[in-house]
């Protein structure tokens, strides 16, 4: 997975690139606070690490986009760990 950021401080806009793969998928549900509701992509890279969180209906608008142009991706594999 590669992150591609730009970030305005003092002396302009920064661009940073970074890269990493996927190590963890939190999903925070809150029943009582739906709106609170979140999913989270944690991911670790050699010298970088982070946490993108997102809404549920940031997921919804990323899967509406994503769902019509699955079939161009060829010989995907879904791996399931299991926790010990």
Do not use: W
Request: glycine share 4%; hydrophobic share 35%; charged share 35%.
């Amino acid at each position: 997975m590669k992150f591609k950021v730009k970030k305005q401080n003092s002396d302009g806009v920064v661009r940073l690139e970074t890269s990493g793969s996927i190590r963890e998928v939190l999903i925070n549900e809150d029943f009582l606070h739906l709106k609170d509701a979140s999913v989270a992509v944690c991911f670790r890279g050699k010298d970088s690490s982070g946490i993108v969180e997102f809404t549920p209906e940031e997921i919804e608008d990323l899967y509406k986009e994503i769902a019509p142009k699955l079939h161009l991706l060829k010989n995907v594999k879904l791996f399931k760990y299991k926790k010990d």
